[in-house]
C-alpha cells in the first residue's frame, strides 16, 4: 500500500517537472490581463443591467 503511493507521488512530480510545458511569463501575463478585462467589462455590463432594472422597478412601483 505504501509502496503505491510512493510510486504515485513519484509519477506525479516527474509529470510536473518533465512532461508538462509551463506557460512564459509573458504568456502567462497576457492571458491574466484578458482575464482580469474580461472580469471588468462583465462586472460593468451587470452593473448596468441592475441600475437599468432598479429604474424599471421604480418606475412600475412607486414608493
Known sequence: MF???VNYCK???DELAHKTTWPSR???TH???VVISASVIIA????AMDSVFQRVMEFVYPR
Open 11 to 13: 509519477a506525479c512530480y
Open 26 to 28: 509573458a504568456q502567462l
Open 3 to 5: 509502496n503505491k503511493i
Open 44 to 47: 460593468l455590463v451587470v452593473f
Open 31 to 33: 492571458s491574466a490581463m
